[in-house]
Protein backbone atom coordinates (compact mmCIF):
# COMPACT_ATOMS: atom_id res chain seq x y z
CA UNK A 1 0.00 0.00 0.00
CA UNK A 2 1.16 3.52 -0.99
CA UNK A 3 0.30 6.77 0.37
CA UNK A 4 1.38 9.81 -0.85
CA UNK A 5 0.65 13.51 1.27
CA UNK A 6 0.70 16.61 -0.25
CA UNK A 7 0.54 20.21 1.37
CA UNK A 8 -1.82 22.17 -0.62
CA UNK A 9 -0.75 25.90 -1.36
CA UNK A 10 -2.72 28.72 -2.42
CA UNK A 11 -1.54 30.77 -5.22
CA UNK A 12 -3.12 33.97 -5.33
CA UNK A 13 -5.02 34.91 -8.31
CA UNK A 14 -2.63 36.95 -10.96
CA UNK A 15 -5.81 38.00 -13.68
CA UNK A 16 -9.27 39.26 -12.23
CA UNK A 17 -12.45 40.47 -14.77
CA UNK A 18 -13.23 44.15 -14.80
CA UNK A 19 -15.97 43.78 -12.35
CA UNK A 20 -14.52 41.58 -10.10
CA UNK A 21 -11.90 43.88 -9.98
CA UNK A 22 -13.96 46.85 -8.94
CA UNK A 23 -15.36 44.79 -5.64
CA UNK A 24 -11.99 43.73 -5.06
CA UNK A 25 -10.52 47.44 -4.96
CA UNK A 26 -13.22 49.03 -3.36
CA UNK A 27 -14.66 50.66 -6.64
CA UNK A 28 -18.31 49.55 -6.00
CA UNK A 29 -19.74 53.48 -5.07
CA UNK A 30 -17.44 54.85 -7.47
CA UNK A 31 -17.61 52.40 -10.73
CA UNK A 32 -16.98 55.92 -13.54
CA UNK A 33 -14.11 56.79 -11.10
CA UNK A 34 -12.39 53.15 -11.98
CA UNK A 35 -13.14 53.20 -15.73
CA UNK A 36 -11.49 56.65 -15.40
CA UNK A 37 -8.25 54.73 -13.45
CA UNK A 38 -8.70 51.94 -16.00
CA UNK A 39 -8.29 53.89 -18.95
CA UNK A 40 -5.56 55.79 -17.71
CA UNK A 41 -3.94 52.10 -16.86
CA UNK A 42 -4.48 50.86 -20.00
CA UNK A 43 -2.87 53.50 -22.33
CA UNK A 44 0.06 53.86 -19.48
CA UNK A 45 3.18 52.46 -21.28
CA UNK A 46 4.38 51.00 -18.43
CA UNK A 47 1.40 48.86 -17.26
CA UNK A 48 -0.58 48.71 -20.66
CA UNK A 49 0.53 44.91 -20.45
CA UNK A 50 -2.06 44.45 -17.72
CA UNK A 51 -5.05 45.02 -19.29
CA UNK A 52 -6.30 42.38 -21.74
CA UNK A 53 -9.56 42.42 -23.52
CA UNK A 54 -10.05 38.54 -23.82
CA UNK A 55 -13.83 38.99 -26.07
CA UNK A 56 -15.72 42.02 -26.68
CA UNK A 57 -17.96 41.76 -22.82
CA UNK A 58 -15.17 40.65 -20.86
CA UNK A 59 -11.19 42.86 -20.54
CA UNK A 60 -9.54 41.47 -17.36
CA UNK A 61 -6.93 43.24 -15.39
CA UNK A 62 -3.36 41.72 -13.58
CA UNK A 63 -3.79 42.83 -10.39
CA UNK A 64 -0.76 43.06 -8.84
CA UNK A 65 0.13 45.28 -11.83
CA UNK A 66 -3.03 47.79 -11.10
CA UNK A 67 -2.05 47.87 -8.02
CA UNK A 68 1.46 49.17 -8.58
CA UNK A 69 -0.21 51.55 -10.93
CA UNK A 70 -2.33 52.91 -7.99
CA UNK A 71 0.74 53.54 -6.21
CA UNK A 72 2.74 54.94 -8.80
CA UNK A 73 -0.15 57.20 -9.36
CA UNK A 74 -0.50 58.49 -6.10
CA UNK A 75 2.97 59.19 -5.69
CA UNK A 76 2.74 61.37 -8.77
CA UNK A 77 -0.17 62.57 -8.53
CA UNK A 78 1.32 66.70 -8.61
CA UNK A 79 4.02 66.06 -10.99
CA UNK A 80 1.57 66.05 -14.32
Known sequence: MQITLAKTIEVPQAWMAKD???VYFGYQQHKS???KLLKEFKEHKDF?????????????IN??????FLVWRAANKYKR
Open 20 to 22: EAV
Open 33 to 35: LFQ
Open 48 to 60: KEGYRLVTSNLPI
Open 63 to 68: IQLFDN
